[in-house]
């Protein structure tokens, strides 16, 4: 494609992002349905000019005016994922002066609020919980994210599918933290391997996986996954309990559980039971009351520890949306916690970075519910032999640690998880 054309066609869905009406995910999908005529290279150019645009947004807002021609273009060429030099050949010269001396401005020259690239609500809370943590993740947050993959452990061996990948020329690390967990750089085309179509790999961050990890559910258990979205710990829990047992999936939206449809069907799980529930206080839930081995609870929550991978939720987010998202965590945490039998687990987890979310819902919990006990969470991973458990952890005022998974500390996506046992 022409170089001006893919420019224009990168401003035009730049346009569209940057409205804020929908996730930026969903926008980018939608336009590509609209523009078949686009390759896998220009596709490749246009979504990753939006995300850089999302990351780095009050940096681009304060460059841009002193720029020519409209705001989503001025934006795009800011943004723009590749060679500087097809890029300028999309320029006027005026651009091209204008374009060399954005590139001319010193990181260390620029106000802070340019820097980090956050929301002002977000700063605040986020400086008074890491100090000078800080600034090493506001700068891990404007990094995309890497792409991990879990190893379907029912049928196949980390190890196996490893060396399968390489034979396509796919390097594949294994994952520090995760049993099931290979890292790779790029984007290479994944639903076209028989690795994908035979369901031996699933696309899922390593903070993710280690949340099924945690719940350890055993073979023949009964066990929830009360907020399953699409399936990804759901699918990671019924390998755990090598597809026996009974494993529910609840959500309340029966769009993202037919998401899980044909991931369920790669995966030869035969364990696990979708099924949409109305609300936390659904009939379904108080007839499995006191019956539930293992609950885990991924509460809905505002997703600020994945916006290397969301960058658009920093802007969507605001201090009132958090708050009442908290309001739901505890209902949905109250709910949940009626399914777990007596000497069951209940975890409660989120992916979320901000203590409102995390520390502040589990020690509410806590005291409002005394038969449930909390259990650290770094000797749980120590004894399921995850190596250096206890820098994937942080204290609570119980004493016991919680998972407290960072971007710019572990290379995973910001995660929280607090767990119980019911006595």
Known sequence: MHPKVLLEATADLVGLVLKFDHPADQVVSRFFRE???????????????????????????HLSPSGTGSKERRMAILGFYGPRD??????????????DNCDGVKHEDLLERHRHNLPEWLVAPLKAQLGSGFWPLAESLQQPAPLDLRVNALNDKRADVQKELAAVAIKAESTPFSPWGLRIDGKPALTK?????RGAIEVQDEGSQLLALLLDAKRGEMVV?????????????????RSTGRLYAFDTSAHRLDALKPRLARSKLS??????????????????AGKIDRVLVDA????????????????????????ELTEK??????SAARLVKSGGRLIYATCSVLPGENEAIAEAFSLANPDFAFEDVGNLLAGLKVADASRLCAGGESGSQYLRLWPHLHGTDGFFAAVWNRK
Not at 36 to 61: C, H
Not at 225 to 241: R, V, Y
């Open 35 to 61: 523009h078949r005529e686009l390759g896998p290279r220009e596709r490749a150019t246009l979504a990753e000019t939006v995300y850089a645009v999302l990351r780095k947004k009050l940096l681009f807002d």
């Open 86 to 99: 097809f890029l300028k050949s999309a320029l006027n010269d005026t651009e091209k002066r204008w374009l």
């Open 193 to 197: 391997l028989d690795a994908f179509t």
């Open 225 to 241: 996954d009360f907020c399953a979205g699409a399936g990804g710990k759901t699918l990671a829990i019924g390998a755990t309990m």
């Open 271 to 288: 364990n696990v039971h979708p099924a949409a529930i109305a609300h936390e206080r659904d009939d379904r839930i108080k007839r499995l």
């Open 300 to 323: 809905p929550c505002s997703g600020l520890g994945t916006l290397r991978r969301n960058p658009d939720l920093k802007w969507r987010q605001s201090a009132k949306s958090v708050a």
């Open 329 to 334: 965590q505890r209902a949905i945490l109250q």
